[in-house]
């Protein structure tokens, strides 16, 4: 909860139309490494239901374990792909303006750099290939 930010209760403002979240969030500092959040002072007594007890670090009531997960594979009409997100600010919002931009980055590129076959990058940003068997 507190890494996330939930909400944990309610607060019944007089001067507010509605009820107002409030919310248990961790500062951004004590949220970026695993050891920060297993100094967090816990009450083990509370999860089993029994009186409070006296706060304890949270590396006393959990065990932490590295794992490796699977990658998310993205597909679009039979093909992986790849998505790149990003968000425009700035003196020129407009998505159009991001998009050209990116694409004349992109034609620099060498796709045997990456992989591939030939000296440029294709670029599709609204379209499909014409043949589905050509590589995207």
């Known amino acids: 909860m507190a890494v996330q930010g939930d909400p944990v ?11 107002v979240n ?5 500062p951004r500092a004590l ?12 009450a083990p007594s509370v999860c089993t239901g ?3 007890g006296p706060l304890v670090p949270l590396r006393e009531l959990v065990t932490v374990e590295q794992t490796r997960s699977e990658h998310n594979i993205y597909h679009k009409n039979l093909q992986n792909v790849t998505y790149v997100t990003g968000d425009v600010a700035g003196e020129i919002e407009s998505p159009v303006y ?5 694409n004349h980055r992109l034609a620099e590129l060498d796709g045997r750099d990456f992989g591939g076959t ?7 940003n609204a379209s499909m290939p014409f043949d589905d068997r050509e590589p995207l």
Not at 9 to 18: D, F, K, S, V
Not at 22 to 26: G, N, S
Not at 31 to 42: K, M, Q, T, W, Y
Request: proline fraction near 9%; include cysteine; hydrophobic fraction near 35%.
């Open 9 to 19: 209760t309610l607060l019944h403002a007089p001067g507010e139309r509605e009820d």
């Open 22 to 26: 409030v919310i248990l969030e961790l």
């Open 31 to 42: 949220r970026v490494r695993p050891d920060d959040l297993l100094r967090c002072p816990s």
């Open 50 to 52: 029994g009186s409070r």
């Open 98 to 102: 991001a998009i050209l931009q990116m």
């Open 118 to 124: 030939q000296p440029g990058v294709k670029i599709y």
